[in-house]
């Protein structure tokens, strides 16, 4: 029955950047969909830790600085030997730096880029070759933005990563789907994170932004669970290299 493709009892998912925000609000969405969780952090997931375990789902928290990738191998390791397998790649750890193209430094170019673009395709590589050798599939979710599709302002790093990422998006769904891999994206609106503070504390931007979105309000980090548990399920198997937007009508206006 249809409500049975979207039970993900006892799959195994690593989720880039839980520690809050939205990799927080997915990481939960999932374990409540019946997900184990492996969270790849920088800093301590405690508090995502304590509500996946509280709906009775493990979780396994890795300290891994993703602006490199040496230490990608090592994440695959410590999945496979703690779970014996890995079902989905949720890459959402992410980073912004705000500044006049005119004035923008190669430091913040070069940092957000790692982190958004270069990791997340060097983390859906390895996982894509232990999803072939467990002749299992797998699902592959990127977490693209508005700025996969727009321009933006003062974010010229972070509007290359996400357009980078949605045609990467694009190009591995290709390549993977034979294998039964989904890759596929989601792009969040203006949500309620850090990663907005700045611009919601920036009363004019605030207003103009909250003006345009039709569902007249800032999303949330639970607004993203829906679509995450699709687009991890057997209920997408045939949706490959789309991104969802989650954005209250922004893009729609
Ligand atoms: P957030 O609250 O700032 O969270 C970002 C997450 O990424 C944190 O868990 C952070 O962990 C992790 N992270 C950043 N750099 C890392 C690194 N070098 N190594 C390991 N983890 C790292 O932001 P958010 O809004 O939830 O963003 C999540 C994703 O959604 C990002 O890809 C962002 O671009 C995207 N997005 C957000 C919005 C929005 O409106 N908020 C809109 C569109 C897209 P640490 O705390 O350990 O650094």
Redesign the pocket.
Known sequence: MILNTFNLQDKVAIV????????QGMAVGLAQAGCHIIG????DATETQALIESLGRRFLGLH????RTEDIPGIIDKAVSEFGKIDILVN?????RRNDAIDFSAQDWDDVMS??LRTAFFMSQAVARQFIAQRSGGKIIN????LSYQGGVRVPS?TAS?SGLLGLTRLLANEWAHENINVNAI?????E????EALRCDEQRSREILDRIPAARW?L?EDMMGSVVFLASRASDYVNGHSLAVDGGWLAR
Do not use: E, F, Q
């Not at 880039?16 to 990799?23: A, E, F, H, S």
């Open positions: 880039t950047g839980c520690n809050t925000g939205l990799g790849v952090n920088r800093s891994v600085d993703l602006a959402n750890a992410g980073i912004i982190v958004n977490i693209a933005s508005m972070y996400k792009a969040p609106g203006y949500m994170t850090n990663n907005t999303g980090p």
